[in-house]
């Protein structure tokens, strides 16, 4: 239904962040909720279920006609928070299914030295910046999903039905996620929701609002190379027992190649679709080389890509692997003369947006293990999480994106690929193919997800909270 944007929601939002959102916002920077995969002992910490429970309490005094939330926590698994609003009167009977809106409240480690003033878990507000690990990825995404239908009750704008899940394994690939799909399901009707927003992505820029088009999947795999059952003299052993080092160096040739950084299995390789391209160059052509621009980079550096298109394509639609963790090599200042009896290292292979990731990481398992060099015992586990690619907006969203952008950040609308992955989109795409999708968020320059010195905008999440309100007002 077409509705005019009206400039009350983004005061509403300012207000909802300032007047006790931050504060809340900040309380949750200080709690040190690691996701899963990087924190073993995370149900005998707590951390987890004490941030959930620290933004329940939030949602709970929210003054939101109708709303609903609870704390749901299935055996073994990291809590969830699951909120619902019904409609307003006059929108019950739109015959349409839900909205849901989605985030994430597990974090990162802090991944390196924070400047000199900054701490990843002692929130630092610095202008429009607030800083801390967590606040634009992705705490900031309940206060913008509950706080647009706050916004849209205050104002007194009409809204369908709502549901609102923020889960807590999102930075370990969602493995709990289905779990709590599953058990949502009822809720979302037997059609399931007409429209997911999700509130964990990207923007380019912070002058207008970007809605995500595209996102990577991802191959994880540990890879672990043995040659002896313990360290022995290098001096004795050198020249004669392998080193598992070298051997490790030769498994990875498999799968990239290391001139070039190509990926040599062709599982892991999808074809750019004719619209991502022309997406890629519109992009290009609004940003200029600013569309691949902002890496922290050393003097000298040369970046791959031709030119700036194709920069945006390698960083949206090729795959890439980075080694993100190793095992078995001692810091350098430890080193002795010793040959180690392992190497184990961890990789992330970014995979195209269409490329099977469970295909995929199949067959780099097979490639690493086949036929190991000089009969080393070579171990692979490897999974992967399928990538998103957005169907084409309905035209009450497109228009109602474009108004939103044009409202509350005066510049229309942006649409771009991000290179991360998302495993929830990717779920929700497959269980309910007919709904449509606006993936956006708060994370631009300098926010610095997954590493140092992680920084909030707060501009663009009062402004992202206001457009989100307008969709919802927008929705049928």
């Known amino acids: 239904m077409s509705v005019a944007p009206r400039p009350e929601l983004l005061q509403a939002a300012d207000r909802l962040f300032e007047d006790g959102g931050l504060a809340v916002l900040e309380d949750y920077v200080r709690i040190p909720c690691l996701?899963?995969?990087?924190?073993?002992?995370?149900?005998?910490?707590?951390?987890?279920?004490?941030?959930?429970?620290?933004?329940?309490?939030?949602?709970?005094?929210?003054?939101?006609?109708?709303?609903?939330?609870?704390?749901?926590q299935l055996p073994g698994l990291t809590p969830v928070i699951a909120a619902e609003v019904p409609a307003t009167?006059?929108?019950?009977?739109?015959?349409?299914?839900?909205?849901?809106?989605?985030?994430?409240?597990d974090k990162q480690p802090p991944l390196g030295a924070w400047r000199e003033g900054l701490d990843p878990f002692v929130p630092v507000r610095e202008g429009d910046r607030l800083y801390g690990r967590g606040t634009a990825d992705d705490g900031y995404s309940v206060f913008a999903a509950i706080g647009a239908l706050q916004a849209l009750q205050e104002c007194g704008v009409g809204h369908g039905r709502c549901i609102v899940l923020i889960e807590a394994s999102e930075e370990s690939g969602s493995p709990h996620l289905p779990a709590y799909l599953e058990t949502l399901a009822p809720r979302f009707g037997p059609g399931g929701p007409s429209l997911v927003v999700c509130l964990d992505s990207g923007c380019p820029t912070y002058d207008r609002l970007w809605a995500t088009t595209s996102l990577r999947g991802l191959l994880s795999a540990e890879i672990r190379v043995e040659v002896l059952t313990e360290g022995v003299h290098s001096g004795s052993a050198g020249?004669?027992?392998?080193?598992?080092?070298?051997?490790?160096?030769?498994?990875?040739?498999?799968?990239?190649?290391?001139?070039?950084?190509?990926?040599?299995?062709?599982?892991?390789?999808?074809s750019i679709p004719d619209v991502r391209r022309r997406e890629a160059e519109a992009l290009v052509a609004t940003l200029g080389e600013g569309a691949v621009?902002?890496?922290?980079?050393?003097?000298?550096?040369?970046?791959?890509?031709?030119?700036?298109?194709?920069?945006?394509?390698?960083?949206?639609?090729?795959?890439?692997?980075?080694?993100?963790?190793?095992?078995?090599?001692?810091?350098?200042?430890?080193?002795?003369?010793?040959l180690r009896?392992?190497?184990?290292?961890?990789?992330?292979?970014?995979?195209?947006?269409?490329?099977?990731?469970?295909?995929?990481?199949?067959?780099?398992?097979?490639?690493?293990?086949?036929?190991?060099?000089?009969?080393?015992?070579v171990t692979v586990l490897a999974e992967g999480a399928r990538g998103f690619d957005a169907p084409a907006m309905a035209t009450w969203l497109a228009d109602a994106v474009e108004q939103a952008s044009e409202a509350y950040f005066g510049q229309p609308?942006?649409?771009?690929?991000?290179?991360?992955?998302i495993p929830f989109l990717s779920a929700l795409q497959e269980r309910y193919p007919a709904a449509q999708f606006l993936v956006t968020g708060v994370l631009g320059p300098h926010s610095n997800a997954h590493g140092p010195n992680e920084m909030l905008h707060l501009p663009t999440a009062k402004a992202v909270t206001a457009s989100v309100a307008h969709v919802l007002s927008s929705a049928p």
């Open 239 to 270: 020249g004669v027992v392998p080193s598992s080092f070298r051997i490790l160096r030769q498994l990875l040739s498999r799968i990239e190649d290391e001139e070039t950084g190509a990926i040599l299995v062709d599982e892991c390789k999808a």
């Open 35 to 72: 996701s899963p995969d990087f924190d073993a002992e995370w149900s005998a910490h707590g951390h987890l279920r004490a941030a959930a429970e620290l933004l329940l309490d939030w949602v709970q005094a929210r003054p939101v006609a109708g709303l609903e939330v609870e704390l749901l």
């Open 89 to 105: 009167p006059g929108r019950e009977d739109s015959g349409a299914g839900p909205t849901l809106l989605y985030g994430h409240l």
């Open 293 to 338: 621009d902002g890496f922290p980079t050393v003097a000298g550096l040369r970046l791959a890509g031709a030119d700036a298109v194709e920069r945006v394509l390698a960083r949206t639609w090729a795959p890439s692997l980075a080694l993100v963790g190793m095992d078995g090599v001692p810091p350098v200042r430890d080193g002795g003369n010793v």
């Open 341 to 377: 009896p392992f190497t184990a290292c961890k990789i992330a292979l970014r995979l195209p947006p269409s490329a099977d990731a469970e295909a995929a990481a199949a067959r780099v398992a097979a490639v690493l293990t086949d036929d190991p060099p000089s009969g080393a015992v």
């Open 413 to 421: 609308p942006g649409a771009a690929g991000e290179g991360g992955t």
